[in-house]
Nanobody
């Protein structure tokens, strides 16, 4: 059974940057798409970015041009580079693996104004 563990969250000022990681263990990582989602306080979880096994990426309009999703299959790890952070980016960030419909436990990102 594959397990996903996010890390890299924290508190940052508006305009700053963070890099999130999602490490997979216990099974195959290379196959299938993966994604980042986030959930702000009092709001529904929303999709942020997606990466196919081929490396093709797509982004939500709210993060396009500021966030970059990537994956290193050799390291069984997916990343989310977040630049020019805004207070509205605050929330718990989750990684998701399509194969097996797996979620990580989430990592908190807080952007202060």
């Amino acid at each position: 059974q594959v397990k996903l563990v996010e890390s890299g969250g924290g508190l940052v000022q508006a305009g700053g940057s963070l890099r999130l990681s999602c490490a997979a263990s216990g099974g195959s990582f290379s196959f299938g798409g993966m994604a980042w989602h986030r959930q702000a306080p009092g709001k529904q979880r929303e999709w942020v970015a997606h990466i196919r096994s081929t490396g093709t990426t797509t982004y939500a309009d709210s993060v396009k041009g500021r966030f970059t999703i990537s994956r290193d299959n050799a390291k069984n790890t997916m990343y989310l580079q977040m630049n020019s952070l805004k207070p509205e980016d605050t929330g718990v960030y989750y990684c998701y693996k399509e194969q097996g419909a797996l979620w990580g436990q989430g990592t908190q990102v807080t952007v202060s104004s």
